[in-house]
Nanobody, 120 residues
Framework: QVQLVESGGGLVQPGGSLRLSCAAS????????MGWYRQAPGKQRELVAAISGGNTNYGDSVKGRFTISRENAKKTVYLQMNSLKPEDTAVYYC???????????????WGQGTQVTVSS
């Protein structure tokens, strides 16, 4: 069984920084892409950032402020968030896409979410 466990959320003042981590565990052979999505109250879930191989993709609202990185050996993805704004407040979800397990199954998985609140 594949699990994604996120950490690093919390309360931060505007202009501050946070670093989110997400570690995948289970009988995983490979993961095609990992990423972060967020959902604010009353809004749809949106892409924050994703990484696949050497390629990264960012949502327009976070470009230049957030950086996604990945440690393949640890099956872990990170999101460094700088210059945080109140509108970044949301639940942040980790996603692993194209996960191949040693049972031959391929699937997509989500973490449980971690709250990020930007407020003074």
């Amino acid at each position: 069984q594949v699990q994604l466990v996120e950490s690093g959320g919390g309360l931060v003042q505007p202009g501050g920084s946070l670093r989110l981590s997400c570690a995948a565990s289970g009988s995983i052979i490979s993961i095609r892409a990992m990423g972060w999505y967020r959902q604010a109250p009353g809004k749809q879930r949106e892409l924050v950032a994703a990484i696949s191989g050497g390629n990264t993709n960012y949502g327009d609202s976070v470009k230049g402020r957030f950086t996604i990185s990945r440690e393949n050996a640890k099956k872990t993805v990170y999101l460094q968030m700088n210059s945080l704004k109140p509108e970044d407040t949301a639940v942040y979800y980790c996603n692993a896409d194209g996960v191949i397990t040693n049972g031959g199954h391929t699937g997509d998985y989500w973490g449980q979410g971690t709250q990020v609140t930007v407020s003074s």
